[in-house]
């Protein structure tokens, strides 16, 4: 293997190190903001009944932090292109994949729960769940082709 092949992958690992980074930095900015927000609102409302069904509540919990991890992988996959090439279709991409990432933490029994709500629960709160997973997948699949 000749060294510019080398210091090629070492940039390549680089960059999309900088970019995970850079994504996750975003995350904890957003979640700031709204933790901020909510409590200068005062959204925290303590709301608590029995959870019936335990399964589903923690299925979507899990699938919930699955895609916003897959998110977070995605999101730095775009930033490092749009790092790289600067087009209006590559930040696209970018505002896809925070559009996405908001609606997986969102969606996300935690969330209502952090404001004192009760989640959705049973079956049909996993389906949407179940697409959004697929669908992310997808792209990373795409990206790395």
Do not use: C
Not at 57 to 81: D, H, I, K
Not at 100 to 124: N, Q, R, V
């Amino acid at each position: 293997m000749s060294s510019a092949s080398t210091s090629k992958k070492s940039d390549e690992r680089t960059g999309f190190l900088q970019s995970l980074l850079l994504s996750i930095g975003i995350v904890v900015l957003l979640a700031a903001v709204l933790w901020i927000a909510s409590s200068a609102f005062n959204l925290h409302k303590v709301n608590y009944p029995p959870v019936q069904d335990m399964f589903f509540l923690g299925f979507q919990v899990f699938l919930t932090s699955l895609n916003g991890l897959l998110q977070v992988v995605l999101l730095a996959q775009y930033l490092e292109g749009f790092l790289r090439f600067k087009t209006k279709f590559t930040l696209a991409f970018v505002i896809l994949a925070l559009v996405l990432l908001a609606d997986s933490i969102t969606s996300s029994p935690l969330f209502f729960s952090l404001f004192g709500h009760t989640p959705m629960t049973g079956p049909f709160s996993i389906i949407p769940l179940i697409f959004t997973t697929v669908a992310v997948l997808a792209l990373i699949y795409l990206n790395t082709r």
